[in-house]
Structures are given as structure tokens and as C-alpha cells.
């Protein structure tokens, strides 16, 4: 027992002295101090079995959190520039492409020509559904005709295409179209005709009763597709 706490009170003076010179040069922190104090014990008592190492264990210094990568947003393709009412920025009238409607459609031994278009307060359908009349508004319906020009009878699903339908009226934003329950709404419709057989299609808007005077054209977009078609009143 004499021979530890000499031992021990060896290694606190070599401590002070090692100490004084350190500080000279490197300052040390307690905790510093205190581990090495500890390493000095444990070399001076390893000898004495009865002497159990306890080194303490310094505080690891924390390693930088490394910086998240910046991730470019992909630029919106004009069926996804909107308002957040379905009715897209007028940015997107600057369209350079013009697409055939058949390659908006992209059906093959389908033909899609544009007729004609209506206005009207409501739109009453033979069984009795109606697109209800609304204060301040006006109903355009949009037709068109829908050909197969294939060989053998064909059914046609519109409802799967993401057919991007907007009406451009000169106003700030373009019209998104009205999902109806009207016989032949494109937006929905499924079709089966039989070789050289026709049908006619139609995608109704409600526009602001102001914008009536102002229809211009509507545009028709699937993925890269796009056709402006002009519009003349019937």
C-alpha cells in the first residue's frame, strides 16, 4: 500500500511538472490533463495487480453534418402550369409546336377533325341531364368528329389518354374544361365504332359571360404533343 500512493504521489509530480511545461506551449484542457494524469498512473502501477486501469475516455469532437445536394426542379410541361384552379398561366399561350390532333391522340385508325362550337346559357342532353345555367357565365361546348378509319370495329377510350384540354378567351388565365356527365364528353367518353363509322365529341367550358365576345382558340396537349386549333362559332 506504501509503495502504490508513493508511486501515485511520484505521478502527480511528474504531472505538475509536465504540465507547467505544456502549458507553455500547448494549453490543455482538464479534461485533457486528466487523461494524461491517468495514462501515468496506469504505466507507473501496471505492475501492482491490484491496480485496475480506468483511462478516460475523451469527448469525440462531432464531425460536420455534411451539406444536402441541391436538386434542379424540372421545368413544367404546360399541362402542369396552373393556377391551382386547372387554369393555366398565360405564359403558356406562347406555344411553339403545333401538332395534327391525331398525334395528340395518338389512336391508331382514329381520325379527330374539330367542327365547330356553341354558346349557350345551359346545355340540355334527349333523357333529360342538363349543364345547369350559372349567374354571370356562359357554357361554350366545343364538338368534334371521331372517325375509325381502321378495317375492323375498334373501341376507343378517351378517359385514358390525359387528354390536356384549355380555352384560351384573352383573359388572364386559360379555362380549364367541365367534367360533365353528358353523352360524348371527351374527357371521359369510351367509343366503339365499326370501320368508317363516325361519332361526335364534345369538351365543355363555363366561361365568364364578359369573355364570350373574346373566344380565340383551344389548346390540345398529351406529354409532348400540342395543337392550337382555332375556333369558329357554328
Do not use: H
Request: aromatic content about 8%.
Amino acid at each position: 500500500m506504501k509503495k502504490r500512493i508513493w508511486i501515485a504521489a511520484a505521478a502527480a509530480a511528474s504531472l505538475i511538472t509536465l504540465n507547467g511545461c505544456l502549458a507553455e506551449t500547448y494549453p490543455l484542457t482538464e479534461e485533457e490533463q486528466n487523461i494524461i494524469a491517468e495514462y501515468a498512473a496506469g504505466v507507473l502501477l501496471r505492475s501492482d495487480a491490484a491496480y485496475t486501469q480506468a483511462l478516460l475516455t475523451p469527448t469525440p469532437t462531432p464531425l460536420p453534418s455534411p451539406s444536402p445536394e441541391l436538386t434542379k426542379a424540372p421545368t413544367p410541361t404546360l399541362a402542369e402550369k396552373d393556377d391551382g384552379k386547372g387554369n393555366g398561366s398565360k405564359e403558356d399561350s406562347e406555344v411553339k409546336e403545333n401538332s395534327s390532333l391525331n398525334d395528340v391522340y395518338g389512336l391508331e385508325g382514329l381520325l379527330v377533325e374539330y367542327d365547330s362550337y356553341e354558346v349557350a346559357d345551359q346545355i340540355k342532353e334527349t333523357g333529360g341531364y342538363v349543364v345547369p345555367f350559372e349567374s354571370g357565365k356562359k357554357l361554350v361546348k366545343l364538338k368534334f368528329t371521331l372517325t375509325n378509319t381502321a378495317g375492323i370495329d375498334q373501341v376507343f377510350d378517351f378517359s385514358k389518354q390525359n387528354i390536356n384540354y384549355q380555352l384560351d378567351c384573352k383573359e388572364k388565365s386559360f379555362i380549364a374544361p367541365m367534367i360533365t356527365a353528358l353523352s360524348g364528353d371527351m374527357l371521359y367518353m369510351k367509343a366503339t365504332l365499326a370501320p368508317g363509322e363516325s361519332c361526335d365529341g364534345y369538351v365543355i367550358f363555363r366561361i365568364p359571360e364578359k369573355a364570350e365576345s373574346k373566344i380565340n382558340n383551344v389548346i390540345i396537349s398529351r406529354d409532348s404533343y400540342t395543337s392550337i386549333v382555332s375556333l369558329k362559332e357554328k
